[in-house]
């Protein structure tokens, strides 16, 4: 099994920045992709962002296109999500997952698609 952790959650100003982490067990997986989730009080958990691990494929949801960034560290076995410029709306507790022998292009997909979780990191954007 992997053991996944997030971190870097907080609380920040409208229009400032954060840089969550997921740490993971290992990344030598032969195939597989890491994704961002994030569920705020009361809803459903949605996607966010996705990379794949042999083809370098990364997906955004419309919402955070311009805004957040997914990017991956081989060597310390982690994936960072970059979100800049954030907004009211981003509150949330934000988790990571992978899937394993997937793409990216079904991640949207959210609970079908992740094979393991994280116990996610709290976001919350507030004046």
């Known amino acids: 099994q992997v053991h996944l952790v997030e971190s870097g959650g907080g609380l920040v100003q409208p229009g400032g920045s954060l840089r969550l982490s997921c740490a993971a067990s290992?990344?030598?997986?032969?195939?597989?992709?890491i994704g961002w989730f994030r569920q705020a009080p009361g809803k459903e958990r949605e996607a966010v962002s996705c990379?794949?691990?042999?083809?370098?494929?990364?997906e955004y949801v419309d919402s955070v296109k311009g805004r957040f960034t997914i990017s991956r560290d081989n060597a310390k076995n982690t994936v960072y999500l970059q979100m800049n410029s954030l907004k009211s709306e981003d509150t949330a507790v934000y988790y990571c997952?992978?899937?394993?022998?997937?793409?990216?292009?079904?991640?949207?997909?959210?609970?079908?698609?992740?094979?393991?979780w994280g116990q996610g990191t709290q976001v919350t954007v507030s004046s």
């Open positions: 990379i794949s691990s042999r083809y370098g494929m990364t």
């Open positions: 997952a992978v899937s394993i022998g997937t793409l990216c292009q079904y991640y949207t997909g959210v609970y079908s698609w992740g094979d393991y």
């Open positions: 290992e990344w030598t997986l032969d195939n597989y992709a």
